[in-house]
């Protein structure tokens, strides 16, 4: 059975530093697509951050210079390095996969991925 387990949320002060992880069961995070995504209160769903088996990395305008993707072949695990965090940085934050190499531009959508983890809360207070 596939599966993808975020963690790592927390609620931190704004300028304060976080790093959330995916692990993987059932599927190997070395090969094809990852991608971190977020969805605040009443809004869609936004592709943060993604890399993908050459190490070729997206990020979005937002959070590009304050967030680092990166990954850990052999522990299976994706994270995002999340540093000077902002209020506007609250969200449920999703790790999603996929066995493609997407192409740049997709790697941000959310339709492109077909597996994904439940969530973590990230909450940052001014």
């Known amino acids: 059975q596939v599966q993808l387990v975020e963690s790592g949320g927390a609620s931190v002060q704004s300028g304060g530093s976080l790093r959330l992880s995916c692990a993987a069961s059932?599927?190997?995070?070395?090969?094809?697509?990852e991608g971190w995504f977020r969805q605040a209160p009443g809004k869609g769903r936004e592709g943060v951050a993604s890399i993908d088996e050459f190490k070729d990395i997206s990020y979005a305008d937002s959070v590009r210079g304050r967030f680092t993707i990166s990954r850990d072949n052999a522990k299976n695990t994706v994270y995002l390095q999340m540093n000077s965090l902002r209020p506007e940085d609250t969200a449920i934050y999703y790790c999603a996969a996929d066995l493609s190499v997407l192409g740049w531009n997709r790697r941000l959508r959310e339709d492109a991925y077909t597996v994904w983890g439940q969530g973590t809360q990230v909450t940052v207070s001014s």
């Open positions: 059932g599927y190997n995070l070395s090969s094809g697509t």
